[in-house]
């Protein structure tokens, strides 16, 4: 059973960085892909970035040029680096791994809040 456990968020004003942290049990890290999802209050959850086994990544236009992903095969951990954070950004920020077997596990999420 694969755990995964998010750490790093916080409240930072406007302007501000966080990063985050999404640490996974288990041998299958190197294999699997990764993502950064958020759910802001009576909204859907949304895929902010992604990270492949192989390195490649994608993110949302509406954090590009400010979020960057990135991940440690020794650590089995991924991170989410933000900078230029903005009040919209407020939202719970969830990691999902993804295997090449097809399973998908998601952490509990960590709390990311924006304001002035």
């Known amino acids: 059973q694969v755990q995964l456990v998010e750490s790093g968020g916080g409240s930072v004003q406007p302007g501000g960085s966080l990063r985050l942290s999404c640490a996974a049990s288990?041998?299958?890290?190197?294999?699997?892909?990764m993502d950064w999802y958020r759910q802001a209050p009576g909204k859907e959850r949304e895929l902010v970035a992604t990270?492949?086994?192989?390195?490649?990544?994608n993110s949302v236009d509406s954090v590009k040029g400010r979020f960057t992903i990135s991940r440690d095969g020794a650590r089995n951990t991924v991170y989410l680096q933000m900078n230029s954070l903005k009040p919209e950004d407020t939202a719970v920020y969830l990691c999902?791994?993804?295997?090449?077997?097809?399973?998908?596990?998601w952490g509990q999420g960590t709390q990311v809040t924006v304001s002035s």
């Open positions: 999902r791994m993804r295997t090449i077997g097809g399973f998908v596990y």
């Open positions: 990270i492949f086994s192989g390195g490649s990544t």
């Open positions: 288990g041998s299958i890290f190197a294999f699997s892909t």
